[in-house]
């Protein structure tokens, strides 16, 4: 059984930062590329970022590219997500997600789609005040 469990969200002021993380189990870890998400009240779920298996390439959606990083450490089976700059509009639920397939076709394409994954973590708030 697959678990993804996600900690590090919180309330912050505008321009503040936030680390959040994800610890997996119950497959290897360093055999899959994972992804982050988000979802706002009344909206979809959206792509944030994704790193592949590796951690060599990561992938970003252009509304927190340069303020947001991804990265993992395969030896405790964790990716995290630094978000810097946090603005308003970051204000969600924040879902880390594994990878379906061992070998995808990596691209950002690829990444940004919620079917590419096949485990999801429970969510952890974000709230940034104004």
């Known amino acids: 059984q697959v678990q993804l469990v996600e900690s590090g969200g919180g309330l912050v002021q505008a321009g503040g930062s936030l680390r959040l993380s994800c610890v997996a189990s119950?497959?290897?870890?360093?055999?899959?590329?994972m992804g982050w998400f988000r979802q706002a009240p009344g909206k979809e779920r959206e792509f944030v970022a994704a790193?592949?298996?590796?951690?060599?390439?990561?992938y970003y959606a252009n509304s927190v590219k340069g303020r947001f990083t991804i990265s993992r450490d395969n030896a405790k089976n964790t990716v995290y997500l630094q978000m810097n700059g946090l603005k308003p509009e970051d204000t969600a639920v924040y879902y880390c997600?594994?990878?379906?397939?061992?070998?995808?076709?990596?691209?950002?394409?690829?990444?940004?789609?919620?079917?590419?994954?096949?485990?999801w973590g429970q969510g952890t708030q974000v709230t940034v005040s104004s």
């Open positions: 790193i592949t298996k590796s951690g060599i390439t990561t």
């Open positions: 119950g497959r290897t870890f360093s055999s899959y590329a």
């Open positions: 997600a594994s990878d379906r397939n061992p070998h995808p076709i990596a691209t950002t394409n690829y990444f940004s789609r919620t079917f590419s994954y096949d485990y």
